[in-house]
């Protein structure tokens, strides 16, 4: 599943894109992986913000009597492309957005895990019937949230990491990734707050790396041209069970937590 970098990633390219233009016909949609309001009133509508929580994205509308906000979440496999003019949709293709420039967005999916959804902007945040996950940035929380967050987790520190309530964005790459810069292992439960403070600093070097290397492209993850990213070029365990750790040369372990796999150094990150 495309994590915080690769939505990031995307919703850069998006804005560079579309910013100013306008919906010259109504989205088509396929109904099943649609939710919420008549997306005919987006017809002639300007997008003037495309904005990321986590793993979602959201595309903010002006029409002519309101403002909108059309939620869309790649799920596994979904890609957000712009394509040029008269491009005839790929397989798999479940909405397109045709703009005033003739270029159109389309959302492809090819498992169809993927959520779009339609609510009229409030005036401030996210409108609550898209159901944008409720954590805090990653990239934003402070050194004494973050401790609160997780200093009473009894859970695995990794899946702690995971759980969208708390921290939005993070998922098996980055945690994985994370989790091995600062030394902490996966299945650590109690983790002393200099440590989470090394952590909490380790996720954001982490996540602005993979920003600028364009994200990880390890399955269908494309940018919003249609291009890779290369951070995966630069694991140092996510992916790499049974090859030898960077710093100790020990092999990498691959284990299972509450159903979710996590690599990591046995040497190199203790509990």
Known sequence: MPELPEVETVARGLRAALLGRRLVAIPKLRASMFRGDDPAQLAGAEITAVLRAGKY?????????????????????GQLLVTPPDTAPAPHTHAVFAFDDHRQLHFRDARRFGRLALA?????????????????EPLEITEPEFWELFRRRQSPIKNALMNQRL?????????????????????????????LEGLRRAIRAVLREAIAAGGSSISDYLDSSGEPGWFHLRHRVYGRTGEPCLRCRRPIRRIVLAGRSAHFCAHCQRR
């Open 120 to 136: 009229l902007a409030p005036a401030s945040g996210f409108a609550p019937t898209l159901h944008v996950a409720s954590g805090r």
């Open 57 to 77: 994205l959201v595309l903010e509308l002006r029409a002519p009597r309101a403002r909108w906000q059309f939620m869309i979440h790649l799920g596994m496999t």
């Open 167 to 195: 921290l939005r964005g993070l998922g098996n790459i980055y945690a994985d990734e994370s989790l091995y810069r600062a030394g902490i292992d996966p299945r650590a439960r109690s983790v002393s707050r200099s440590r």
